[in-house]
């Protein structure tokens, strides 16, 4: 019985050694270790298909069940209402609210989404519109600031960038914003992982293509609907929760929220967006 | 923290006496089966769902649903009234914990 287990054992590890010494191998060619110090490299992939082939494969696949369900009813338009609240409420030991500079209703940001994520100074990095939030809480207001993905930070990013509906994405990647924004482009194109995948393996070269009975969705309209609420997450989440969900199921680390990398790569992914109109919240599976 | 109980009712703009029309609603709620172990704890979250919605056209109670575990986060529902005169319409969700969330809306059948 013992010798049986053994050998079952030395030839299920045989295997897998096996296994992961070719996989590595058929990458090998073109993959660029996770720490590689050769980070600035960008992977040359294919993109699978035009973007119009690819709206039939989404019109085939799902048809109108995203739109029906956005239409019918949004669970996160709920937070469009509370993040209005928010921004009228004061907070803080400087007994302002958002309002006291934006406006009532902070009616004078309409229009900023447009342009974040965007290169800050005192930053010395790109500024998203959840890091400007707790930055104005913290600096403006003397509030404590608030917690990503916490109910009061997602219905505030989602009510400031409301205040933009219908108008076209426009971030710059002038001057400062440059740098950062190479280095989200590396970082899109990183292998990481156990699985050695990169975010441009699934969304350049197999977009289109199906991952969980899913369909990998294009670069196109990435960003333009988030924060969005999920099925998936029976809540509304933002981006940079979508990337984390995105890096777990590839096996790799994941950073805290707002991270400089996923910043950046932010800065990346909305820059490729840039002439996509902005219509939060979105619904997504 | 959850926000239970916020209610959206989609009526359609433009209403003929007589006319049979689809009321939408939405409420959020977490429905939680009971069968759920929290990822950190280990332990069963406990079971938090609606488990009766009853829907009043004026004074009549029109329509009466039970609702178990089967039915999903944030609830999504449509049903028809024949809308044949003006009066209120009320929709009364009550969950398994005593919570009680209800909204009215005004039916004018043109």
Known sequence: MIKKNNLLKTFVFAAALLVGMGTSSFWAGKAIAADSKDAGTIEDLTPSMSYAEYQKRYEAYYGDATAQMAEEGNPADFLLDDGKDLANKVVGSKGKSCASCHGKDALKLKGVATGYPKYNAALGGIMTIPLQINTCLKQAMGAKPLKYESYDQLALTMYVKSLSNGMPIKVSIDGPAQPFYKKGEAAYYKRQGQLNFSCAICHVQYAGYKARSNLISNNKHHVDHWPSYRLKWGKTGSLQRRFRGCLKNMRAKRQPYQSEEYRNMELYLTYINNGDLIQVPGMRM | ?110
């Open chain 2, 1 to 110: 923290m959850p926000r239970i109980g916020k209610i959206k009712i989609r009526v359609p703009r433009s209403i003929h006496k007589g006319e049979v029309i689809a009321i939408k609603t939405l409420i959020t709620h977490p429905m939680e089966t009971g069968f759920r172990k929290d990822k950190k704890t280990k332990k069963k979250i406990p079971a938090f769902y609606i488990s009766d919605v009853s829907m009043y056209y004026g004074d009549t109670l029109i329509s009466r649903a039970d609702w178990t575990i089967a039915v999903s986060t944030n609830p999504f529902m449509t049903f028809y009234v024949k809308a044949d005169k003006t009066a209120p319409l009320k929709i009364v969700w009550k969950d398994i914990r005593g919570g009680v969330y209800e909204k009215t809306i005004q039916i004018k059948p043109q």
